[in-house]
């Protein structure tokens, strides 16, 4: 009898796992973007992990920040319900560099891009107020100072989730019609990346467990 409960109880099926979903960041910027989304990690749940990816010391292009992508999907194993974002700022980019980028957001699920027009500077903006129209980069940083006295790329205030709910809906009531790639005038597609930090867990039994495969050539598309 002893035989039959040993085998039974080798067949109990095991507790159900919960996988860790990472959203990895590629940003433009390499000082705000990495401290800002630092802050929203530490905003999640323990199934979620906020990553923000940057190359120190200098800010990247929108093919830069391809070429990085390709060496992240390298170096990191990545399961079906890891995404990958590309956050950078509109500027005077040329519209074949952000194509391409674009291109790459489209061709698979879980690759996404979050811009900023002029820069990131007003996603951080609307925490806080509701912009006036026609914001140029310099008026961003102007406006921060009522808020970040003293602002220099750094966010060195904590941010709290009342002030992600804010900053969400100030940028989703903007973005009618929604746009596909990027905001034409002042706005934020930064919010889509938070809405879905925020969105909820992800179960182990939503996932097959194996890494995803990507292609190893995106950065290849255009040079850095």
Known sequence: MARYQNVFRSRKSRPLRTIKKKYLIVSEGCVTEPEYFAKIDKLTTDQIEVRCISSPGRSLSPCGILKRIEDLIREQTLFPSDEIWAVLDRDEWPIEQL?????????RRGRS???????????LLLHFEKPKKGLSANDCDAALQKYLPNYDKHVR?????????????RAKAQ???RCEFFPEQNGSTVYRLLERIFAGTVNADQSDGQPRSEERRVGKECRS
Not at 99 to 104: A, D, N, R, S, V
Not at 113 to 123: A, C, R, T, V
Not at 157 to 169: F, G, N, P, R, S
Request: hydrophobic residues 35%; contains cysteine; glycine residues 14%.
């Open 99 to 107: 194509g391409k980028l674009g291109g790459w957001g489209r061709k």
């Open 157 to 169: 205030t904590e941010i709290c989730m009342d002030q992600v709910h804010q900053a969400i809906a």
């Open 175 to 177: 973005d009618v019609p």
């Open 113 to 123: 891009i979050g811009m900023s027009n002029p820069k990131f500077e007003y996603w």
